[in-house]
């Protein structure tokens, strides 16, 4: 699995990367070559929120165990009260700027697997950007961010029904 595997590091923090390549003749799962990195950003930071509504609509225990295993997303708030925008594979910060995408992708870990950090980030850092007398953002932000955070906000008020449901 491309989370647990070293890939262009001497080690794994254990989060998901943004870009992987299959190598078509051995079956193995290398980094991509060109710039496309194995960086926990913005592209990987969908994976939490993905796999947490699985796990909220099927209730899988893969789902659920996937989830626990990104206990170093814990660590990073504990240290400093922030998530950066950008980890390397092996953990290692890359970014000190903070973006609304990354809370709202890495709700789905915390609200599963550490709740009670969920609910202070859901606080502190996704429904504080909403201002509900104007239906809107209290600052505009970035198109990538908006939907993020959109489905962020979503995801963890419960708002995200399973349409395929008998």
Not at 31 to 44: I, K, R
Not at 45 to 73: C, G, H, M, Q, T
Not at 91 to 105: L, Q
């Amino acid at each position: 699995m491309s989370t647990k595997s070293s890939l262009d590091q001497t080690s794994s923090g254990n989060l998901p990367p943004d870009w992987i390549t299959l190598n078509r003749l051995t079956g193995d799962i290398v980094p991509n070559e060109g710039t496309l990195t194995t960086n926990f950003s913005y592209d990987a930071l969908r994976v939490p929120w993905n796999i947490a509504l699985d796990y909220e609509w099927f209730k899988d225990p893969r789902a659920k165990s996937y989830l626990d295993n990104l206990k170093i997303l814990s660590a990073y708030w504990n240290t400093d009260k922030k998530l950066y925008s950008v980890y390397k594979h092996d953990g290692t910060t890359s970014s000190f700027t903070e973006t609304p995408a990354m809370y709202a992708g890495s709700i789905g870990y915390f609200m599963w697997s550490d709740p009670k950090v969920g609910a202070e980030i859901y606080k502190d850092k996704l429904s504080s950007l909403f201002n509900p007398d104007i239906n809107s953002w209290k600052q505009p932000l970035s198109y990538y961010d908006d939907n993020r955070v959109w489905f962020g906000i979503a995801l963890y008020s419960h708002h995200l029904p399973n349409l395929s449901e008998n």
